[in-house]
């Protein structure tokens, strides 16, 4: 199932229909991710009925700061509990998915990772009484995207993300747990095609003329290829991928207009550079970011809601020609 299918709250009912209706044909139910909570350990539980498989979580940053400043809203008890319970219903390999890279981390976030990862180690022996544990760390390099609170950050330069991988492998001393990376050229390129403008096409045609295709398979990607091909267009990759941007700058995606306004990013970012958590308007008053009123939606919780509530709406006025 789709990256985002944990945040559909009907997904239990959609499990049972999908396991009901193919269980007999050992057709199974996969799932990229889980959200750390009991919600989705129950889920599991049900997809174990046809395959079984690891337990796939996805704490996103090693420290509690860290994953306050990216808004996780998730705490090392709920992440401690959650494979707790996993382990006790018979799980006994977990995959966990983190970020580097992240606008204000420091080493001591990075050395998180590693410490968390151990403590979930130990937590399944005083569990089960042993150490049959298998753990994957995967670590993802972070790269800036529009239409969030972090599209004006820079991403760390291909050397600082390769440090800071060797720097967590270092760490990594418990033969139970194994570590593994994304190419941090990957993500760069990743990057600037991310936040590009038109300017990018030439570059974009002439790295494909060059045999630039199906660059995200390791086998198939080009770095050299592609900074030849910025080169011979005149383009400055670091423009679009490492540079902060200006707050107010006219960005090549501000034409698009996706329902959250700029100055509701803004005032995220605001808050995740102090570390302030946004409640979830599922649960808690409108945050006014613009989506609701403007495509005419009601934003629900299945899994706690029984009827749709009313809701006071924070107006935002539509960008003149917008949905025409």
Request: glycine residues 6%; neutral net charge; contains cysteine.
């Amino acid at each position: 199932m789709s990256l985002s299918s944990a945040d559909y709250s009907c997904l239990p009912e959609l499990v049972d229909h999908l396991l009901e209706n193919f269980k007999d044909k050992r057709v199974s139910v996969s799932l990229p991710s889980l959200r750390v909570d009991s919600f989705s350990i129950d889920i599991a539980k049900k997809i174990q009925q046809v395959r079984k498989s690891g337990l796939t979580l996805a704490p996103e940053a090693g420290t509690q700061r860290m994953r306050d400043v990216i808004n996780k809203g998730v705490t090392e008890e709920d992440i401690m509990g959650a494979c707790a319970n996993a382990f006790k219903n018979g799980w006994k390999k977990v995959k966990l998915y983190f970020m580097m890279g992240l606008p204000t981390e420091t080493d001591e976030d990075l050395k998180g990772i590693a410490d968390l990862a151990n403590r979930i180690h130990e937590l399944y022996h005083e569990i089960k009484g042993h150490y049959d544990l298998r753990i994957t760390v995967s670590v993802s390099s972070f790269v800036p995207k529009p239409f969030t609170p972090f599209q004006w950050m820079p991403q760390c330069s291909v050397e600082e993300i390769e440090r800071k991988q060797q720097y967590l492998k270092s760490l990594f001393t418990n033969r139970h747990i194994k570590y593994a990376y994304h190419d941090a050229k990957t993500g760069y390129i990743e990057a600037v095609l991310a936040r590009g403008d038109r300017k990018l096409s030439s570059a974009i045609y002439t790295a494909w003329k060059k045999g630039c295709t199906y660059d995200s398979w390791t086998e198939f990607f080009h770095f050299d290829v592609w900074m030849d091909s910025f080169r011979e267009c005149g383009i400055d990759p670091d423009e679009y991928a490492a540079r902060i941007r200006d707050f107010y700058e006219c960005e090549p995606w501000d034409h698009i207009d996706s329902g959250v306004t700029k100055d509701y990013l803004l005032k995220e970012w605001r808050m995740a550079e102090k570390g302030i958590l946004t409640h979830d308007c599922r649960h808690q008053a409108c945050n006014g970011c613009g989506v609701c009123p403007i495509l005419d939606v009601n934003l629900l919780d299945h899994k706690v809601e029984s009827k749709e509530p009313k809701r006071v709406f924070t107006y935002r006025q539509p960008k003149a020609g917008a949905g025409d």
